[in-house]
């Protein structure tokens, strides 16, 4: 079979370092991809909000699935895009990406189906009153969500009244564009954030993994918040009770409703959890893999993913299970100095080469390019240094270790990654 994948960060290296070794795959496509990824892959310069150009692509090499890997094209509707051509994807579609695509509509979503989430209000641009009103009433904290997609970037904590009223203002300023035109405000969870991922093919789900991830830029969860800077898998504190419990209360139910709404959700499914004194509380949906998460759980994936991908797009996950390595693995996220902000491009990054041929240790590349032999930064979150081990302590020992043989002057990481699971 031949695979495509959708997007050119550390996501998508690790999905295409993992179908590149199923036996299903006779050829591994990434588009646009990185420098990074095509030691791995082919990658074809095609942009991953060119709908028309994927569908040309994947016509072109004769693509059986399409596997998309960021949200952006999947709100767009890549999905129906290449359904509509032909073929066949793996992913939600438009009406599915929702979840995602709006905080509002997941919100009512939940509350339509008795899903257990936090309690919320939303306000449009022209209720700016409305809002600035409930947060000067409202308990604190208060978590200030824009609607849209904002790159992870999107949601505030307001610990005081004050810090509500800046966020609404920003927010329907402009602050993160037509994404906070709406804007959802939650209450605030007391409790234990973890992921966990699931993979569904319209009626059925199968938990693929759980993790912990680490939002702040700098250690001890300091700073702004970013994509992602680290993650660990399996988050301990999702114990096979609770794992249970998030697929009977929310992941299943989700399923369901949708189906019920008309709505098939066949794809990668993220649900980013808290863990509260009432039982696990659903914080958000993403409509695919988490983004340094899938380069931590997809290296303890015994299953074939190219198996699960073609039984998700069959409709036959309810004939399937999946097993894992029985071991850890920790990803640390090296970034250009300034992010999440704007960052220079081009500095020069040493050492890489020299992390090769251990098959404990994988560098997934985010925003590389290589020049003359000569690797560089072209982006933000640059890299993702997994480690695997057969305990957290020695994945993370593994992970470290390569993280301080890269020679980037540039470049800066968190040091404390897997601090929650280690402390306990």
């Known amino acids: ?6 997007g050119g960060g550390g996501r998508e290296h690790a999905l295409c370092w993992a179908l590149s070794t199923s036996p299903l795959a006779t050829e591994v496509i990434c588009a646009p991809g990185n420098d990074g990824i095509a030691r791995t892959v082919a990658c074809a310069p095609v942009a991953v909000d060119d709908l028309d150009g994927i569908v040309r692509l994947a016509r072109e090499r004769r693509i059986d699935i399409v596997v998309v890997g960021p949200e952006l094209p999947l709100v767009m509707g890549l999905v129906d895009h290449l359904e509509a051509a032909g073929i066949r994807a793996f992913g939600p579609d438009r009406a599915a990406a929702r979840l995602e695509g709006s905080k509002a509509f997941m919100k009512d979503f939940c509350a339509r189906h008795d899903i257990p989430t936090a309690g919320y209000r939303v306000f449009a641009e022209d209720e700016a009153a409305a809002a600035l009103a409930h947060v000067g009433t409202a308990p604190l904290p208060l978590v200030v969500k824009a609607d849209g997609l904002a790159a992870g970037k999107g949601v505030v904590i307001a610990l005081t009244r004050e810090a509500a009223r800046e966020a609404v203002e920003a927010a329907f300023a402009g602050a993160f564009g037509d994404a906070g035109a709406t804007l959802v405000i939650e209450e605030f969870l007391i409790g234990e954030e973890a992921s966990l991922f699931a993979i569904c093919d319209g009626r059925t789900a199968l938990e693929i993994g759980t993790a912990q991830d680490h939002k702040r830029a700098f250690d001890g969860d300091q700073g702004p918040n970013t994509g992602g800077m680290g993650a660990y898998s399996p988050a301990p504190v999702l114990t096979p009770e609770l794992v249970e419990e998030v697929m009977a209360r929310i992941i299943r139910p989700t399923l369901a409703g949708l189906a019920a709404e008309g709505v098939t959700y066949r794809g ?12 696990p509380k659903l914080l958000e949906y993403n409509v695919r893999f988490g983004d340094p998460e899938c380069q931590a759980v997809l290296p303890r994936l015994m299953t074939d993913l190219g198996q699960l991908i073609l039984g998700a797009v069959d409709g036959v996950l309810e004939r399937m299970s999946l097993r894992w390595h029985p071991e850890h693995a920790l990803t640390v996220v090296l970034a250009t100095e300034g992010y999440p902000g704007a960052v220079p491009k081009g500095s020069v990054i040493r050492g890489l080469d020299a992390l090769e041929g251990d098959d404990d240790l994988l560098v997934f590349h985010a925003a590389t390019r290589n020049v003359e032999g000569t690797w560089q930064a072209h ?46």
């Open 1 to 6: 079979m031949r695979f495509l994948v959708i």
């Open 379 to 424: 982006g933000g979150r640059v890299l993702a240094v997994t480690g695997r081990g057969p305990t957290l302590e020695a994945a993370r020992e593994r992970a470290y270790g390569a993280v301080a043989r890269i020679d980037w002057p540039r470049g800066f990481h968190r040091s404390d990654i897997g601090w929650r699971a280690l402390a306990r």
């Open 268 to 279: 990668f499914l993220y649900a980013g959890l808290m863990l509260t004194a009432d039982g």
